[in-house]
Nanobody, 122 residues
Framework: QVRLVESGGGLVQSGGSLRLSCAAS????????LGWFRQAPGTEREFVAR????????LYADSVKGRFTISRDNAKNMMYLQMNSLNPEDTAVYYCAAGVVVSTTPPSYAVWGQGTQVTVSS
C-alpha cells in the first residue's frame, strides 16, 4: 500500500507562490496516477492536477492552468505542486492522492494524504 504525506502549506499574500510536496512510500509508483485535490470549507473536494507517474503526462483543472505546475521526482518518490499567482479563491486544504485509474474524480483515488492548509490573503 502506498502512503502519502503532504507538506509545504502555509499563509501567503495574493499574487504569491507556494510549493507543496507529497512524499510517497510503501510501494513502487510506476503503476500509479498521482493527483492533487483541494477542499475549501463547505465545498466538495475538487481536482487540481494529476500526473501519470510512469510517463509524466499531466492534466490541470482549468482554474489553475497556467498558474500551477505538477511534477515528480522518480528518484525521491516525491510529487510537487508549484503554485504561482495565488489568489484568495485558492484557499483550501490541499491533498495528494494516488490511484490506478486515470481520472479527475476523488473516488478513483484510493490513497490519500492528511492534507495541508493553504491560505491566501487578499
Amino acid at each position: 500500500q502506498v502512503r502519502l504525506v503532504e507538506s509545504g502549506g502555509g499563509l501567503v499574500q495574493s499574487g504569491g507562490s507556494l510549493r507543496l510536496s507529497c512524499a510517497a512510500s510503501g510501494r513502487t509508483l510506476s503503476r500509479y496516477i498521482l493527483g492533487w485535490f483541494r477542499q475549501a470549507p463547505g465545498t466538495e473536494r475538487e481536482f487540481v492536477a494529476r500526473i501519470t507517474w510512469s510517463s509524466g503526462v499531466t492534466l490541470y483543472a482549468d482554474s489553475v492552468k497556467g498558474r500551477f505546475t505538477i511534477s515528480r521526482d522518480n528518484a525521491k518518490n516525491m510529487m510537487y505542486l508549484q503554485m504561482n499567482s495565488l489568489n484568495p479563491e485558492d484557499t483550501a486544504v490541499y491533498y495528494c492522492a494516488a490511484g490506478v485509474v486515470v481520472s479527475t474524480t476523488p473516488p478513483s483515488y484510493a490513497v490519500w494524504g492528511q492534507g495541508t492548509q493553504v491560505t491566501v490573503s487578499s
